[in-house]
């Protein structure tokens, strides 16, 4: 190496783009190793002092910073779980004839509880909102196609500071034609453990590097454990939860029903006091509806929640009137039934939940690209 090029490489400093010109040689003395003999070094573009040094960093800093920490071994890795994970979801779902078809993000109502709505003013039309499920409108569309699904950000204005939430995120809702609720839950299973088996196969390096316990995720392989509500509430009562019967589960009853479980856990047929107006309610009992939420193991939370929806329009009224919702709002929805409706059912399944569940990270901040949260809308 000339003095030139020696000097070259002493001047470059962390992110810098280089280029290297040499000749690949083997080793003279080990197996399988090889060396570059360097001719050339040229310096593309020097950076300045990188701010993220070999230490450890606060979260708000690297936060702040994510622009940059994208750039890191960790969340390089992170990166390639999250799109093999989109890969598997795509690939499953057409391989059940499901289409891809798409919902609009600016919408006039409410789909999961018009407490979580981010408002925004829409022209001369008043006010709009950012979406927070595709649902209703790949319900309209089954009508065409039989089985679909959309993939798109979603939104919501929960006052949530936890390790599971964001305020915007991406979801894939798919919804089937002539689909009653057993059949629906095959489905998620499916889903879900061909997600855990395309990982499995194209993303080892980087689940390695982040140092998950890849047997446990193997285990997901074995049929998913399922629990009634009224079973789930009986069974955290007897393991000390003070949950209530008609209460949603919170993170810690979660937990404690998936504690000793190597695999999902199914919550299905819950109270229809908690759960949203196009849930069917059960032939067994008018109270409860044929729903489910998944939870996933290893503190992994909600991964899907999923239902049958009313097809009879009667009791879709009925429903949104009990709920306070403006019938006008609903009327195109209504009409899904007026003009003809099958039996059918759908789920979603959170992206980045599964993402967080995959790879094994503690916080889903780490699981999209730029999060945004509560407290964080930079950059």
């Known amino acids: 190496m000339s003095p030139e090029v020696w000097q070259a490489c002493e001047e470059v400093t962390q992110e810098s783009s280089i280029i290297v010109t040499g000749e690949v040689t083997k080793h003279p003395k080990k197996e399988n190793v090889f060396e570059l003999q360097v001719k050339d070094f040229q310096i593309i573009q020097k950076a300045i002092d990188y701010p993220i040094a070999h230490k450890e960093h606060g979260p708000d800093f690297l936060m702040d910073n994510r622009h940059l920490w994208l750039r890191s071994k960790r969340q390089w890795a992170i990166l390639r779980v999250r799109d093999a994970i989109i890969m598997a979801i795509n690939e499953y779902l057409h391989q059940q004839n499901f289409i891809k078809t798409d919902s609009p993000v600016f919408t006039p109502n409410a789909c999961e509880g018009t407490t979580t709505l981010f408002a925004v003013p829409y022209f001369d039309l008043g006010e709009a909102f950012l979406s927070q499920s595709g649902q209703l409108y790949i319900e309209a569309a089954i009508a065409s196609v039989g089985r679909c699904y959309d993939f798109g950000p979603v939104f919501r204005a929960e006052k949530s500071k936890t390790k599971r939430h964001l305020t915007e995120f991406w979801m894939m809702d798919a919804e089937a034609a002539f689909v009653e609720h057993e059949e629906n839950l095959k489905i998620q299973e499916g889903l879900v453990r061909h997600i855990v088996q395309y990982c499995l196969q194209h993303c080892m390096d980087e689940l390695v590097l982040l140092e998950r316990n890849i047997e446990n995720l193997k285990k997901a392989d074995a049929p998913f454990t399922r629990y009634t509500y009224d079973e789930a509430i009986v069974k955290l009562n007897a393991m000390g939860s003070d949950i209530k ?39 067994e009992n008018p109270e409860l509806v044929y729903n ?68 094994g990270v503690e916080h889903i901040r780490e699981c999209i690209p730029f999060p945004r949260t509560i407290s964080r809308l930079k950059p």
């Open 245 to 283: 019967y008609g209460e949603d589960l919170g993170n810690d009853d979660e937990g404690l029903l998936t504690k000793d479980s190597e695999v999902p856990v199914f919550i299905e047929k819950w109270p229809k006091s908690i759960k949203p107006f196009y849930m069917k309610r059960s032939a």
């Open 292 to 359: 489910d939420d998944l939870i996933a193991t290893e503190g992994g939370g909600e991964l899907i929640g999923g239902s049958q929806r009313e097809d009879d329009v009667e009791l879709l009224t009925a429903r949104i009137k009990a709920e306070g919702l403006n019938e006008a709002d609903y009327a195109w929805y209504t009409d899904l039934r007026k003009y003809g409706s099958v039996p059918h059912s759908g789920f979603g399944i959170g992206l980045e939940r599964a993402v967080r569940w995959i790879t």
